[in-house]
Structure formats: structure tokens, C-alpha cells
């Protein structure tokens, strides 16, 4: 498999955002800022900055604020140029760069993450591609994270799949490979388990939100049985394909956080408030007076 143009990101937005009611009752988590940028806007701009041209948000038939977010603003637009608010009009414009599309498609029932990016496959048709869970918010003083491993996928010709190390109590909460020849950063993967126990997990790599797979993954999602609510899992999608093609493991550089979940978006929100030139030092006066206090 070709892996030197990956053009095509995927998107899974359609979740109910529940850890964050009642704020997501009427906002979709991946629309949640940190800082001064939705979730979402990070994920995007990783993947333009590893690339990808065409962005395909699998969304649900209800959740139209991500859409209207990449649509023109024809009013504010005007409002700003009117007012000679220049620097805001351009942020306003550039949430995507003119080369870039947006595709959106409609998962018409919440049947699991494999299900989501199954849905995308007549966009994605049969070319290699990117899938990014706008939940995992990953910081990278250098390349992003989806970058390093595009660079992976083209030297070993291989699919690839974002992991990090985590306690073994914590094996559970996560996919976890076994990648026995796994060294420096990256690895083979022999098999992949959905949330094994701490004393069965294979070793202590679990999956994060970044993957880049072949199109053959779509027949391997077709196949798999449905698990409990008659959801598909990705991980078991990937599983099927190891026997066909080779995928490996990548231990990114740069910090990953957990942005589905409430400390995770306070932890994010801090780091980058510190990378803000005009607000690293007041976010560190404010910090060190809430802990004085």
C-alpha cells in the first residue's frame, strides 16, 4: 500500500458528549474551547499540517454546530469588515485554509466508533487515510502527532496506530497491542485487545485517537461481529486486518490529553494558555495565587 499521499481525514463527531451535561445538551464537546479554539479546530489543523486536504466529519443528524463552524459567517464576517476589526475577520475566515474541504456525513444510528468510520468510506472510497479523535488533544513542540506518523506509514509502507504508555491498572480503560518486537518508537503489531483486564493486557500500549489505515480496513469493519448495543469497534476492525496487512505502532512525541473527560480539558486548557505569549504570565500569577490560597 502507497502511504506517500494521504489526503483524506476522518472525523468521528457524532457522541453525545455526556461527561460534559448539561454544557453539551446544547454544545457538541468537540466544540468545547480550550482556550480560544474548539476542539475540533486543533484536530483539523493537525491534520492540514500533516497534509490532508479533505476533512470528513462523521456527525449525527442533530448536531449542526460543527458544520455551521466551517460554513462562511456571511453577518459576523460583514460586521467585522464594517467595523475594520481586520485581525478578527481573518481568524474568522481561516478556521480552513482555500485548498481545504469539509464533507460531512450523517451516521444515522450510535453503533460504535468502527461503525462512525465505516460510514465515511464513500468519501474515503479506496485510498489510505487518517482518522483523528478530536477528543485527544495532543500538544508537539515539533510535527504533530498525526505528521510523525504519516512519516511512519511512508517508510515502512505500513498502517500505523497511535499509542502511549499507561499504567497496567489502568489496561482497562483502553485498546492495548502487543507489539513484542515494539523498540525506540515504534513497532509491529501482533494482536489488539478492547479493554483487557491488567493481568491479561499484553503489554502497557494503549491506543490514542490517531490512526492511519488502508482501505482495506472498511472490509474488515464490514465483517466483524457487532459487540454489546450492537456497536462494530475499530480495534476489532484493526485486528481483522492484521492478518492482511501489516500495521504498526507509534509512541508519538508530544503530550496527549484526554479531552473527553473534564480534568483532561482543564489539563489542556492550561498547557495551552502557557504556550500564549500575552497570556502565559498572567495564567501563572493567577495559578500560583490559587494555590496560595
Not at 523498540?183 to 490512526?211: C, F, H, N, Q
Request: glycine share 8%.
Amino acid at each position: 500500500m502507497d502511504f506517500s499521499r494521504v489526503r483524506k481525514a476522518v472525523f468521528p463527531v457524532a457522541g453525545l458528549g455526556t461527561r460534559f451535561l448539561p454544557a453539551t445538551k446544547t454544545v457538541p464537546k468537540e466544540m468545547l474551547p480550550v482556550v480560544d479554539r474548539p476542539l475540533i479546530q486543533y484536530a483539523v489543523d493537525e491534520a492540514v499540517a500533516a497534509g490532508c486536504d479533505t476533512l470528513v466529519f462523521v456527525t449525527n443528524r442533530y448536531k449542526h454546530a460543527v458544520a455551521d463552524y466551517f460554513d462562511t459567517a456571511y453577518e459576523l464576517e460583514h460586521r467585522l469588515e464594517k467595523g475594520g476589526k481586520d485581525d478578527l475577520l481573518e481568524l474568522v475566515r481561516n478556521v480552513l485554509p482555500s485548498h481545504v474541504r469539509a464533507v460531512f456525513v450523517t451516521q444515522p444510528q450510535a453503533l460504535g466508533l468502527g461503525h462512525a468510520v465505516l460510514c465515511a468510506q464513500p468519501v474515503v472510497r479506496d485510498e489510505p487515510f487518517a482518522v483523528l479523535l478530536p477528543d485527544d488533544l495532543i500538544w508537539s513542540k515539533g510535527p504533530g502527532a498525526l505528521a510523525q506518523m504519516l512519516a511512519l506509514a511512508r517508510a515502512e509502507g505500513a498502517g500505523v496506530v497511535a499509542v502511549q504508555d499507561v499504567p497496567r491498572e489502568q489496561t482497562g480503560s483502553y485498546g492495548i497491542v502487543a507489539a513484542p518486537h515494539f523498540s525506540g518508537r515504534s513497532g509491529r503489531i501482533d494482536a489488539i485487545v478492547e479493554k483487557p483486564r491488567p493481568e491479561e493486557a499484553p503489554s502497557t500500549l494503549a491506543v490514542v485517537g490517531r490512526y492511519v489505515l488502508p482501505p482495506q480496513v472498511f472490509d474488515c469493519l464490514e465483517r466483524v461481529p457487532a459487540g454489546s448495543g450492537g456497536e462494530i469497534q475499530l480495534t476489532d476492525g484493526i485486528a481483522a486486518l492484521l492478518a492482511e496487512h501489516p500495521v504498526l505502532a507509534c509512541r508519538f512525541e508530544g503530550r496527549r490529553f484526554d479531552c473527553g473527560s473534564r480534568i483532561g480539558l482543564v489539563e489542556a486548557t492550561i498547557q495551552f494558555a502557557l504556550e500564549h505569549d500575552d497570556l502565559a504570565e498572567d495564567a501563572r500569577r493567577y495559578m500560583r495565587a490559587a494555590l496560595d490560597g
